[in-house]
């Protein structure tokens, strides 16, 4: 079974840059989520969706970022202007039916210099 | 100049023991908890859960005890195989609508051979 998808893999990209992270959930998963995990603050959750609409985004740094859901089977994740505090290894994660029960893609390791 | 990152606590057990990772949760409402392992250059996998009504779920070589009246999880792992070495999450939900998971900082678990 495919689970959760991400690219890229790793993005290394200079400060002012945007940056764009995708994912494809599980199919059939009507929730999303996105985190970010760094040594300095261990796994925070960024924003996440049920059925294509945010639900929470509280967890958005500031405005820089912006997340996006066209349709159940796509989401990005955009940086912009890019910072090298924003280096981090940023997760998306599906589940269904519930929202409790997530399951993680492998990751976009972001290096911005 | 020189950066603070978290202080994973470190358990080291020998191939065939059994392993104890302990988590200490705070918000009393939390209502489901889950247990993630994290492999290094991947992404959290769902382990174990467990709802607030049990205080015990066993699992294949995993079992997950819960003691509410201290806010205690644990997760034992049987005979401990190398393939176990990874950074271990317990996880929280908020309680109340908000079906967030609020992760742990992690336990690093090392199995010498």
């Known amino acids: 079974d495919a689970g959760v998808i991400q690219s890229p893999r790793h993005e290394v990209t200079e400060m002012g840059q945007e940056v764009t992270l995708r994912c494809k959930p599980i199919?059939?998963?009507?929730?999303l989520f996105w985190y970010r995990q760094t040594m300095m603050r261990g796994l925070e959750l960024l924003i996440y969706?049920?059925?294509?609409?945010?639900?929470?985004d509280s967890g958005m740094p500031e405005d820089r970022f912006s997340a996006k859901m066209p349709n159940a089977s796509f989401s990005t994740l955009k940086i912009q202007p890019s910072e090298p505090r924003d280096s981090a290894v940023y997760f998306c994660?599906?589940?269904?039916?519930?929202?409790?029960?997530?399951?993680f893609g492998p990751g976009t390791r972001l290096l911005v210099l | 100049g020189e950066s603070v990152g978290l202080h994973l606590p470190t358990l080291s057990v020998q191939e065939g023991d059994n392993s104890i990772i302990n988590c200490a949760y705070s918000?009393?409402?939390?209502?489901?908890f889950i247990w993630y392992k994290q492999e290094s250059g991947k992404g959290p996998q769902f382990i174990i859960d467990?709802?607030?009504?049990?205080d015990k779920r066993q699992g294949q070589r995993v079992t997950v005890l819960l003691n509410k009246t201290v806010k205690h999880l644990s997760l034992q792992i049987a005979a401990t195989q190398p393939g176990d070495s990874a950074v271990y999450f317990c996880?929280?939900?908020?309680?109340?609508?908000?079906?967030?998971?609020?992760f742990g900082t992690g336990t690093l678990l090392a199995v010498q051979p």
């Open positions: 969706f049920n059925n294509n609409v945010p639900i929470d």
């Open positions: 994660a599906s589940s269904f039916p519930s929202p409790e029960t997530q399951y």
């Open positions: 918000n009393s409402a939390s209502d489901y």
């Open positions: 199919s059939g998963h009507d929730y």
């Open positions: 996880a929280e939900t908020e309680g109340g609508a908000t079906n967030k998971l609020i």
């Open positions: 467990i709802r607030s009504n049990m």
